[in-house]
């Protein structure tokens, strides 16, 4: 969670507001026996992050929502970004791919990850993780 916040953050440094910008925590359960104990690999959160500021509008109001959530054994992270489009930017490369490749090889399968465009030009990329003690 902390890494999400300073990540955001940071590019909030960049924008002329920090207005569009919501990272929301309610749903983290901190009784919970994984609150404290660090579980999610090494920047797995990172990665939807990054691209959310890379092909998104980041001067747009409602450019980025990020929801992180724990309850019981199952950590999720949505992020929902305003759609940029960049001149010469092309559509869809190889990062989510590479993304998925690395959750496998590290999650053996106890994890989902969902993305796509969700109507008003916005994409949502959800990460759903069951941590295994």
Do not use: C
């Not at 990850?113 to 990460?127: E, I, K």
Request: charged share 25%.
């Amino acid at each position: 969670v902390e890494f999400i916040r300073s990540y955001v953050d940071m590019h909030a440094l960049l924008r002329k507001e920090r207005d569009g910008l919501d990272v929301i925590t309610d749903g983290l359960d901190k009784n919970s026996r994984w609150y404290a104990e660090p579980r999610i690999p090494h920047l797995v959160t990172g990665y939807l992050l990054e691209n959310a500021f890379k092909h998104g509008d980041v001067e747009h109001p409602s450019f980025l929502r990020v929801v992180v959530r724990l309850s019981g054994d199952d950590f999720s992270l949505e992020v929902i970004n305003k759609v940029g489009k960049k001149p010469g930017q092309s559509a869809g490369g190889i990062g989510l791919k590479n993304m998925n490749e690395r959750l496998e090889s590290l999650l053996d399968g106890t994890f989902a990850l969902q993305h796509g465009p969700v109507p008003g030009d916005f994409y949502r990329a959800l990460l759903t993780i069951n941590i295994k003690a």
